[in-house]
């Protein structure tokens, strides 16, 4: 993921340990943060960086059309 701009940053790629990566900036996930919940989704907050990672991609996915619903700004890598 070369890029983090306000919106959702999602990487089609697996990290080392097999999950899919997500990066949101904090005011990104206020909006997404029950949709979070629902999905049980685990996240990590570095400074204002929200991280995700998951080793499902249909979740990732759910998580992806819920926030274009909001119309938040989608970047898949």
Not at 2 to 20: E, F, H, I, Q, W
Request: net charge positive.
């Amino acid at each position: 993921m070369v890029r983090l701009a306000r919106g959702l940053n999602v990487s089609r790629r697996k990290d080392p340990s097999n999950n899919y990566v997500v990066i949101m900036d904090r005011e990104t996930y206020e909006k997404l943060r029950d949709s979070l919940v629902k999905l049980g989704l685990n996240f990590e907050t570095v400074g204002n960086i929200v991280i995700i990672r998951d080793r499902s991609w249909s979740r990732i996915e759910k998580l992806i059309n819920k926030a274009r619903e909001l119309s938040i700004d989608v970047f898949i890598d």
